[in-house]
Nanobody, 128 residues
Framework: QVQLVESGGGLVDSGGSLRLSCAAS????????MGWFRQAPGKEREFVAA????????FYADSVRGRFTISRDNAKNTLYLRMASLKPEDTAVYYC?????????????????????WGQGTQVTVSS
């Protein structure tokens, strides 16, 4: 069993930055591909970014590429999402998710069914 706890959300002005953290329990963190998703009010949950455990391959949604950076610290069992140049349309609850495998493929990194464990989410609100 893996437990994920997100933190770092909050209210920020448009153009500002935030860093989200996801603390993972369990000894399998270093071998698990991880991702971030988000859900805005009235919208479906959508993929944001993901990172393989092996090789460091990263995947980004087109809407955040160049502004967001996913990273991980296996020694701290923590996944991060650095968000810069934030826009009001980035407002959402952000969820951390973990797979049960080490690598992701471009064909499935973007699909929430690939991820088995989910955190409770952290709210990010970007004011215009």
């Amino acid at each position: 069993q893996v437990q994920l706890v997100e933190s770092g959300g909050g209210l920020v002005d448009s153009g500002g930055s935030l860093r989200l953290s996801c603390a993972a329990s369990g000894r399998t963190f270093s071998s698990a591909a991880m991702g971030w998703f988000r859900q805005a009010p009235g919208k479906e949950r959508e993929f944001v970014a993901a990172m393989s455990a092996i090789g460091g391959s990263t995947f980004y949604a087109d809407s955040v590429r160049g502004r967001f950076t996913i990273s991980r610290d296996n020694a701290k069992n923590t996944l991060y999402l650095r968000m810069a140049s934030l826009k009001p349309e980035d407002t959402a609850v952000y969820y951390c998710a973990a797979t049960t495998r080490a690598s992701l493929r471009s064909s499935d990194a973007y699909t929430d069914a690939t991820y088995r464990y989910w955190g409770q989410g952290t709210q990010v609100t970007v004011s215009s």
